[in-house]
């Protein structure tokens, strides 16, 4: 799987923030936007969506990833988190799983805050000895 080029985070980077921008957080007040890179090169986006049942709440890498399922895809190059503040917004522990569906361990992850790209990762750094789809080859249908 190629790396993201320039241009490719760049689109990345920009569709996080366009996201970030319709984030629902009135509870957090933490607005984030995610966006994630398929293998042609198109960036798919999403937003946090807060609930007043607070675990309801949805993460912004959950709304990228529907996006990107809903227009066929199913492979991922990359993927970049969009946070506010001081520390890195590195997706949470549920989101590297999420990830991990649509990625091999040597997927990018970015990390961004609004004047750009402040960190790189791999998916294996994140969420290293992962359990993916390829453990259950041995027993699944078709997917
Ligand atoms: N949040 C995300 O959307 N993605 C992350 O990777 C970290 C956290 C959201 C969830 C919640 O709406 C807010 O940030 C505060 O946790």
Excluded: W
């Excluded at 996201?19 to 995610?34: D, E, I, L, N, T």
């Excluded at 912004?60 to 506010?84: C, D, H, K, T, Y």
């Excluded at 799983?97 to 960190?119: C, H, N």
């Amino acid at each position: 799987m190629p790396m993201p080029s320039e241009a490719e985070i760049d689109r990345l980077f920009h569709a996080a923030k366009a996201a970030q921008a319709m984030a629902h957080a009135p509870y957090s007040g933490f607005r984030v936007g995610a966006a994630v890179l398929g293998e042609d090169g198109a960036a798919f986006a999403g937003c946090n969506v807060e609930n007043a049942a607070y675990p309801l709440g949805a993460c912004a890498e959950a709304g990228a990833l529907s996006a990107f399922v809903l227009a066929g895809g199913r492979r991922l190059r990359a993927a970049l988190v969009l946070g506010e503040g001081e520390a890195l917004t590195t997706p949470c522990g549920g989101c590297r799983q999420r990830l991990r569906e649509f990625a091999s361990p040597d997927a990018v992850v970015l990390v961004a805050g609004p004047q750009g790209v402040r960190a790189r990762f791999t998916l294996e750094a994140l969420l290293p000895a992962s359990f993916g789809p390829d453990n259950l080859a041995p027993t699944r249908g078709p997917r």
